[in-house]
């Protein structure tokens, strides 16, 4: 039997090889903190330890060709953020790596509208909605391989939470104005669906789990062609069973309603001074006590700190008569105090 001479070398070469993609992901290991994204003079994201903490790193934001920004999504747990552009195409997601400062459209074929619908628990898939104006779908697309699967989901929908043991998705559809909204649990890549509200002349949007999947808070507003409605926050058990309303909340800004890591308390979007149609409160409500506290005008999905003692906020504020200015803004909680960390700032949160 003939030995091929070469094979030693090869294996020494694969051996290296493997060694140093084990290097790389070593190196590319996330370290949880927080970020903001700085606009001037262009769009980046910096990542500190925590809020008011010196920079740790800066990444540059640089919009795709005819894009926009619109807001950053960081994922629940893990190193990713997708990014959302509007662009002259639509709505385009992208994922970016906060490790290793990289982005990649979520989807192999970047021309497609894609709009962002939720993350998976773990951090690990995101959920889009692509297609809007063509052929709609739902995709499941995982952010390590960019393996994407279709969801058999109805071409209507336009929301979706995912429970925190992963094995239900909960979505919510419309046909048009004027024909309500239903709202559907599946199983966990939407097999075997079935109905868990049926609103003939309202909207049930944003739902958001508990932190341990018992319960779902969401906005319910009547189904018309008000531009900036007043709708409703909500409240039930996750089977669909014990619906309440909570309090009024505003619901054209698609805003959602974030629990806190505890599941006690809810951050939303309530409504402004009849006044000050164009302003939105930020509103906790403790669910122990039913208390409502308005924190301040804000204008960007929260987000609470990892221990639930903090949350970061933006709020727009007047400068001269041509615009406004963005501030990111902290609410401690044990003091009650609000700390102005920058202004021209927004879409801040935490790397977990």
């Known amino acids: 039997m003939r030995i ?4 030693p070398i090869f294996l020494i070469l ?15 290991e996330y370290q949880p903190g927080y970020f903001q994204v700085v606009f001037d003079p262009q769009p980046r994201l910096v990542i500190s330890d925590a809020p008011g903490s010196t920079e740790r790193n800066v990444i540059p934001l640089d919009p795709p060709t005819d894009c926009s920004f619109y807001t950053l999504r960081p994922a629940p747990k893990g190193r ?43 951090g690990s898939a995101i959920y889009l909605k692509i297609g809007t104006l063509s052929v709609p779908q739902t995709l499941r697309i995982d952010v390590e391989s960019g393996q994407a699967l279709e969801l058999p989901v109805s071409p209507f929908a336009y929301d979706l939470a995912v429970s925190p043991d992963t094995k239900k998705i909960l979505y919510s559809l419309t046909k048009g104005i004027g024909f309500g909204s239903e709202t559907w649990l599946a199983g966990p890549d939407g097999q075997n669906p079935s109905q868990l509200l049926l609103e003939p002349a309202s909207i049930i949007a944003l739902a958001q789990y508990s932190p341990d999947g018992s319960q779902l808070a969401y906005i319910k507003f009547p189904d018309n062609q008000v531009s900036a409605p007043t709708g409703e926050l909500w409240l039930m058990n996750s089977d669909g069973s014990h619906q309440r309303r909570l309090a009024s909340a505003d619901a054209g800004r698609g805003l959602a309603p974030t629990w806190d ?24 409500i403790d669910l122990r006590t039913m208390k409502l506290t308005n924190i301040a005008p804000s204008g960007t999905q929260p987000a609470w700190s990892p221990d639930g003692k903090m949350i970061s906020f933006s709020s727009a504020a007047p400068i001269n008569a041509l615009g406004d200015t963005i501030y990111l803004d902290l609410f401690d909680f044990a003091s009650g105090k609000i700390t102005r960390l920058a202004n021209g700032t927004c879409c801040a949160g935490w790397i977990r």
């Open 4 to 7: 091929n001479r070469f094979l």
């Open 14 to 28: 694969n051996i290296l090889l493997q060694a140093c993609s084990s290097n790389s992901t070593v190196q590319t």
């Open 80 to 122: 990713w953020l997708a990014i959302e552009w509007e662009c002259s195409f639509g709505p385009a997601v992208e994922l970016l790596d906060t490790s290793s400062g990289k982005t990649r459209f979520a989807l192999a074929n970047p021309s497609i509208d894609s709009r962002f619908l939720a993350w998976q628990p773990d």
């Open 261 to 284: 890591p505890n599941g006690d308390q809810i951050a939303f979007p309530a409504p402004g001074p009849e006044n000050e149609p164009d302003l939105v409160n930020l509103t906790i």
